[in-house]
């Protein structure tokens, strides 16, 4: 698997490749790596390399579509999939359905989800992925064996990053901007001159060092883009918290104030307030 897991992690997932039941639940931030995790585990229960599990013609994902949704529609994709014949082998699991943020679920889509949790066909395993648990129905969380993902140490992920060829000033970065989640600063490492996160560190340590002229004129390059604008601030929420860690009390009462307006500013944003607005708000305000 082209990840690093916190050891306690890999054991649980461990245990469940030696004796897997007919569902889980793998739950963890986003950027933790729980679609590697996925293809590892189906790779591993179906026999064939990663890189082609998902070619594999008894294995289905399902992943929101450009709304960020998953619909009844995809769900019903379940049970053509279920209808196919699969090879009569000694495999426990043979057949797998993968819903990756199954937290983006419509209710009409849970609901049709869990009769096929209620009864699972023989050897066929359901895998959930979710970064936000509370959005499944408890009928369906009732019905899942979870694995927490645990964030492995910096040290780690460093040292893998590293022997994959990375230097350790970018491996580093990888890690500081993912704030420390290996599925992300693996994805980072994989594309430093072009991830949207790198472009959004590179502005936002602009904005945080410039003057408040600067700061404003800004606001017209970035403000029609709102993914950008979510990367931004939460990375200068990360920025803020890691800096007052060492700060002293004169630069204390600066960064607490970009960490508050920060967040003024990404809650703003989720309620579809004007962009142009928050980012005036915050420029004179940090």
């Not at 989720?270 to 915050?282: G, Q, R």
Request: with cysteine; net charge positive.
């Amino acid at each position: 698997m082209d990840l690093v897991l916190n050891p306690k992690t890999e054991k649980l997932l461990g245990y469940f490749l030696a004796n897997p039941g007919q569902s889980l639940l793998l739950q963890g931030p986003r950027g933790s790596g729980k679609s590697s995790i996925v293809k590892w585990l189906a790779s591993n229960l179906l026999s064939c390399s990663d890189k082609l599990v998902i070619t594999n013609p008894f294995f289905l994902l399902i992943t929101p579509d450009e709304k960020k949704l998953i619909n009844i529609d995809k769900i019903r994709q379940i049970n053509n999939f279920l209808s196919t014949k699969v090879p009569d082998n000694q495999h426990s699991i043979n057949r797998i359905v993968a819903i990756d943020n199954a937290d983006f679920m419509s209710l009409e889509a849970q609901n049709a989800l869990l009769k096929n949790l209620e009864e699972p066909p023989v050897n066929t395993l359901f895998l959930l992925t979710t970064s936000v648990s509370n959005k499944l129905l408890p009928t369906i969380k009732s019905r899942l064996p979870i694995i927490k993902i645990i964030p492995p140490s910096r040290q780690d992920i460093q040292i893998y990053l590293q022997n994959k060829g990375l230097k350790s000033t970018d491996s580093e970065l990888a890690i500081n901007i993912s704030s420390g989640l290996s599925g992300l600063a693996s994805e980072i490492a994989n594309n430093l001159d072009n991830h949207p996160l790198i472009q959004a560190a590179t502005i936002t340590r602009e904005i945080l060092t410039t003057n408040q002229y600067q700061k404003l004129v800004k606001i017209n390059e970035i403000y029609k883009d709102k993914e950008l604008l979510a990367n931004i601030f939460a990375l200068m929420q990360q920025m803020a918290k890691l800096a007052l860690e060492k700060a002293d009390n004169q630069q204390f009462n600066h960064w607490n104030n970009v960490l508050s307006h920060s967040y003024i500013a990404a809650n703003q944003l989720n309620n579809h307030v004007n962009p142009k607005l928050i980012l005036t708000e915050l420029m004179l305000n940090i």
